[in-house]
């Protein structure tokens, strides 16, 4: 088994993903775009229904059993409206949450809390979603010494509350962005003419502080990967018996990554193989949203 990190951008720690600035700097920009959006020039229905000294209180819950994230975006949301709401948040993110709990309690004009509702929701829903999945895979996965992690597939704008939202369901982080790291794909490769040229260049070119990443598809890319000196090697496709055997060729100061066709039915085939990482993109790009509701008081 390999130690260290994946590649210069770290293998995200999750107390940092979690700390309140990080989170502010993550979920602001997106918060307020998706206000404008769904705004416009305001909310016709609701200003037309209540005055500004309405006052109710309401209550968000999960009407499935999953992983909470976002729940900072509740606050952002009414914040933008100029605040005045009373929250009492009665989860934190991480934490699991069983069917029909009561996760938040809200108290506050009419017209904010009902104009900010669709907005909290989908970041909430979809957040939770992220990291109900990510959850699942660790637990079916069952091998500490094995990180889940998840790709640059990503929705565009969303990346970092998606990668955030995989840290809160016990995942980690690969790449943020391209600048992050060098990972040297079949694209590249061709274009290069062989793995030993691109790692070549990308070390006379980038510097020896940026860890390379090797994607391989068969055992003489695995032999050719580790002689050019690659820091990562990914074994693309490959079954869990075909990684065993591939695993026994890279050397121990090489880390091994996983990926392609990974999911919640195959992965405990994984389990003990010796690789480090396995990377998933379904869990940011097309995960199922977590049901959570809103009502106010009767």
Known sequence: MKSGILSRSKITNPAVQNSSRVKNHLFKPVVENALREDLGMGDITTDSIFSDSDVSTGTFRCKAPGILAGLDVLEMVYAFFGGGVEIK????????????ELIAE??????????????????LQ?????????????ELLDDPSISVIDTRKTLPGLRGLQKYAVTCGGGKNHRFRLDDGAMVK????KAAGSIT???????????????????????????????????????????PEEVRELVDLIPDHIH?????????????????????????GWITHSVKALDISFNLAQ
């Not at 809200?106 to 970041?123: H, Q, T």
């Not at 050719?224 to 079954?239: F, H, Q, T």
């Not at 405990?268 to 010796?274: I, K, L, Q, S």
């Open 186 to 189: 079949d694209n590249h490769i």
């Open 256 to 280: 091994v990554e996983i990926s392609g066709g990974i999911n919640p039915s195959n992965i405990a085939g994984y389990r003990g193989c010796g690789a480090d990482f396995i990377s998933v």
């Open 106 to 123: 809200v108290k506050g004009p009419v017209k904010v809390l009902l104009s900010g509702e669709r907005v909290i929701l989908n970041i």
């Open 126 to 138: 979809h957040m939770s979603g992220i990291a109900t999945s990510t959850k699942r895979l660790v």
């Open 197 to 239: 040229k691109a790692v070549e260049l990308i070390r006379k070119n980038a510097g020896h502080m940026v860890s390379i990443e090797v994607e391989t598809e068969n055992k003489d890319q695995v032999l050719e990967a580790v002689k050019a000196g690659a820091n990562v090697i990914m074994l693309d496709n490959r079954s």
């Open 89 to 100: 948040l009665l989860k934190e993110d991480g934490d699991k949450v069983i069917e029909n």
